[in-house]
């Protein structure tokens, strides 16, 4: 069976932003827009097929001419971001062919994605109903209160980060959405929006370099470890 293979890449929205001024995927990291990053990952990668990508509204028209400058031409729409990310995931579901039967989410927050990575996890989704980045936990983690007063400790459980890309069945993940949005639950993992359909999630290991750039240092430190 021909798995037709989409990609649904987030770079608006409240969850992208640094500041009230900045917005993560239009910084600039060692010469070029932090979103195309990704797109370009996604234009290698031979298992997707497409790309809608959810951006703010205001920018819809800079981000098409940017779109075109760096030759992804896998994207194939863009559309507004909403009020929260689920909200601009389940618009974009409900926007894709029923021939597509796999999605990859992924935020351009994370630059740092591969070809190889994204394929990676739509195999893992062709095989299994998903395939989800993520990274085993080497430290020991601990549950804090209020205070920073250690609640509990975890030691003997295998515990990991989940990332992004992330990818699914198309149809099992937005019933899995569509559940949560009747429980007026919010969330900006995938993943657990698949687990609410009681099908299990298959992890696929990343690497530790495919950070979420959340703040200024995280921008500096990225920028120096790739001209490394």
């Given at each position: 069976m021909v798995h037709n293979s989409?990609?649904?890449?987030?770079?608006?929205?409240?969850?992208?932003?640094?500041?009230?001024?900045?917005?993560?995927?239009?910084?600039?990291?060692?010469?070029?827009?932090?979103l195309t990053y990704s797109l370009q990952a996604f234009e290698r990668c031979p298992e997707i097929d497409g790309v809608i990508l959810i951006v703010d509204k205001e920018r819809i028209?800079?981000?098409?001419?940017?779109?075109?400058?760096?030759?992804?031409?896998?994207?194939?729409?863009?559309?507004?971001?909403?009020?929260?990310r689920q909200g601009s995931v389940i618009s974009a579901l409900k926007e894709l062919d029923e021939e597509?039967?796999?999605?990859?989410?992924?935020?351009?927050?994370?630059p740092c994605i591969t070809a190889e990575m994204i394929s990676e996890t739509v195999k893992a989704a062709k095989r299994y109903g998903s395939g989800v980045a993520a990274v085993a936990l080497k430290d020991y983690v601990k549950e804090v209160e209020k205070g920073l007063?250690?609640?509990?400790?975890?030691?003997?459980?295998?515990?990991?980060?989940?990332?992004?890309?992330?990818?699914?069945?198309?149809?099992?993940?937005?019933?899995?959405?569509?559940?949560?949005?009747?429980?007026?639950?919010?969330?900006?993992?995938?993943?657990?929006?698949y687990e609410?359909?009681?099908e299990s999630v298959h992890l696929v290991e990343s690497k530790p370099l495919n950070i979420k750039i959340r703040t200024v240092d995280d921008l500096s430190s990225l920028t120096k470890l790739l001209k490394s």
């Open positions: 989409w990609a649904i890449v987030i770079a608006g929205g409240k969850g992208e932003q640094l500041s009230a001024e900045a917005t993560i995927p239009y910084l600039y990291l060692n010469g070029k827009p932090v028209e800079s981000v098409t001419g940017m779109v075109q400058m760096f030759g992804c031409s896998k994207v194939k729409k863009l559309m507004p971001a909403a009020v929260h597509v039967k796999v999605v990859t989410i992924h935020d351009t927050s994370r007063t250690v609640k509990n400790s975890f030691e003997d459980i295998s515990l990991w980060s989940v990332q992004s890309p992330q990818t699914f069945k198309k149809d099992v993940l937005l019933k899995g959405y569509e559940a949560l949005a009747k429980k007026k639950i919010q969330t900006e993992d995938d993943s657990l929006a609410k359909t009681k």
